[in-house]
């Protein structure tokens, strides 16, 4: 075996911890090598898998990374390389429906906190979900809560039925309340644009939306190329009704 530095208290393989509630597993982390630190009582971990089932153990959600740091004092992860997430709590991903495919995460310099069961960070972020994929700049996930919020520049790229892109200040899913909340939202669609102060966007059961709420210095434009015709459209609220294929 190599000697250990000084400042080295003790190196392990196969890493492993968790925590109970109630009888279940809530939370568990492994790691394919551990070095601990006995001054700061922080360890360095390499090839990092962290689940997280939840209280009710009804999610399964997976970070992965090559790399972090744990702080046992914080019960908090680090992983400033690169990390890949998936929220198998998310949109369609419940336990009922199998079929569905899971949101996948891919960014860096994350912070995870095994207590509060939030993971967060300041970078940017790229996304995949059904039918659609997107990018934002930092994001707090709450597993406890059910909440992601895309902090800012977010673009979402809607691919079901007619296309859609999405841009806005930031963005608030809330999967229990099945709504999404938007900041300075943007639609664009081929010969179509509207934009607002705010906007809410409804999900049915299937996880698809239902409905939207706009509000505040609304304003809509439609270009139609082959007729040749401009319309403007103005307002203080408007309220959307969409069908399964996604249309107003």
């Not at 190599?2 to 009888?23: D, Y």
């Not at 994350?110 to 039918?131: H, I, P, V, W, Y």
């Not at 200040?169 to 709504?179: C, F, G, I, T, V």
Request: charged share 30%; net charge negative.
């Amino acid at each position: 075996p190599e000697r250990m530095a000084q400042s080295v208290n003790q190196t392990a393989q196969h890493f492993a911890m968790s925590h109970e509630s109630g009888g279940k597993t809530t939370f568990k982390a492994t790691a394919e090598r551990a070095v601990d630190f006995r001054d700061t009582g922080k360890s360095h971990l390499e090839g990092v898998d962290i689940f997280i089932y939840g209280a009710k153990g009804d999610r399964n959600d997976h970070i992965t990374s090559k790399s972090c740091d744990y702080d046992s004092n914080a019960e908090q992860f680090f992983c400033d390389d690169e990390v890949d997430i998936v929220l198998n709590s998310l949109p369609g991903q419940g336990p009922n429906k199998p079929d569905s495919k899971p949101m996948t995460i891919k960014t860096t310099g994350m912070a995870f906190n095994q207590k509060s069961g939030t993971a967060e960070t300041a970078r940017r972020l790229d996304f995949d979900f059904n039918n659609g994929n997107g990018e934002a700049m930092g994001a707090v996930y709450d597993s406890s809560k059910r909440t992601l919020w895309l902090k800012s520049n977010v673009i979402i790229h809607d691919h079901r039925g007619t296309p859609v892109d999405i841009y806005a200040a930031d963005m608030h899913y809330l999967q229990l309340e099945r709504q999404i909340t938007f900041t300075k939202p943007e639609l664009r669609r081929e010969g179509q644009k509207m934009t607002a102060n705010s906007g809410i966007l409804y999900l049915d059961e299937k996880d698809q939306a239902k409905s939207a709420t706009m509000e505040g210095g609304i304003h809509g434009v439609t270009d139609n190329k082959e007729k040749k015709r401009h319309t403007d459209l103005v307002a203080d609220r408007l309220e959307m009704a969409l069908n399964d294929k996604q249309q107003v």
